[in-house]
């Protein structure tokens, strides 16, 4: 029996098949660099100055696998933000048998304008978010809206996904931020914008008034809001057989490979920095799916669910 996703991850995000036939999963963590100082970053201490992945890191753990791999930048910030545009990282990443997902905050997108079409058709999803407070106080929002108009011109067949983070010690910002959204890229776009609520910071009586306002003035353009919870779609299964550390890994910006930053024996599976990579030899029985990376390997049709069956987890254990 198939399992069918019960996150709950913005609308379209459920909807779209992200089900992949990449044989290897990684989601690569922030380059080192991140132009913003957002206070809701969930990423502690904030990844600046730090050290940051190279192509040739990349270009090694893509020679390390068979079959097409299945990049997910993301992490704190732009992962692109840190480099040069000469450098075309993004580029030559394209250049190999690969897919990619791109979770950026749209300040710096180097030579997305300049990609070939054979490169964009290797994007499957792009996450870009709006973070207008630091936006406004670096200078930013004609760089931002520059940007965000050049995705979505390019974006071809990739999902596309604009998202503001409601933060309520900036619910002063809250309604003039979407009406900057709506007069730069609503009405010159038609894309319209999720409102995500921060989870970090709780919501009181007057920021869910606010919330409320906002969806009901600006019906037009705001998509849905919601609230991250990961652990939705793994609350009624006892385990889980999971690809971590043996087709799916969390690569960080200091080179570290991850099975799952998680669980203790699946913490080390090489580094890039030091030309490792060590998969595990089997999937994985787990009984604690509840993190941002349970949540991906869902999405993308690589967890195994108790309902399914067929799939043999030799030497797996929590």
């Keep these: ?40 970053c969930i990423v502690n201490p904030i990844v ?15 020679g390390r696998v068979d079959g097409r791999a299945l990049l997910m930048f993301s992490g704190s910030g732009d992962f692109f933000a840190g480099y040069r545009k000469g450098e075309k990282l993004l580029a030559r990443i394209l250049e190999h048998d690969v897919e990619v997902t791109l979770d950026i905050n749209g300040v710096m997108i180097h030579e997305f304008a300049e990609l070939p079409e054979e490169g964009l058709r290797r994007i499957r999803y ?3 978010t709006m973070h207008y407070v630091q936006l406004l106080r670096h200078n ?7 940007n965000a108009l050049t ?13 503001f983070v409601l933060s309520p010690p900036e619910r002063g910002h809250w309604r003039e931020a979407v009406d900057f959204f709506r007069e730069n890229v609503f009405e010159k776009t038609g894309q319209r914008l999720v409102l995500i609520k921060d989870v970090n910071t709780r919501f009181g009586a007057e920021d869910e008034t606010v919330l409320a306002a906002l969806q009901e003035e600006f ?8 609230q991250e919870d990961f652990s939705t779609q793994f609350q009624h299964h006892s385990h889980v057989i999971c690809p971590a550390g043996y087709s799916y890994f969390h690569v960080w910006n200091d080179g570290r490979v ?6 203790a024996g699946l913490a080390d599976c090489g580094n890039l920095k030091e ?3 060590e998969p595990r030899p089997a999937m994985f029985k787990c009984t604690s799916a509840r993190h941002c990376d349970c949540n991906n390997i869902a999405l993308l049709g690589k967890m195994v669910f108790p309902e399914s069956s067929g799939v043999a987890a030799s030497g797996a254990g929590r």
């Design 1 to 40: 029996m198939e399992y069918m996703i019960k996150s709950n991850a913005p609308r379209r995000v459920r909807e779209f098949n992200f089900k992949t036939d990449c044989t290897h999963v990684f989601f690569v963590s922030s380059s080192g660099h991140c132009s913003l100082d957002c206070s809701y």
């Design 219 to 226: 019906a037009d353009l705001i998509e849905e809001a919601f």
């Design 258 to 263: 991850q099975g799952c930053p998680y669980i």
């Design 151 to 163: 995705l979505i011109g390019r974006k071809g067949q990739a999902l596309f996904l604009a998202g």
């Design 140 to 146: 930013a929002l004609k760089a931002w809206r520059d």
């Design 126 to 128: 792009i996450n870009l």
């Design 48 to 62: 600046k100055h730090q050290p940051t992945l190279s192509y040739e890191d990349l270009a090694f753990l893509l």
């Design 275 to 277: 030309r490792r990579f």
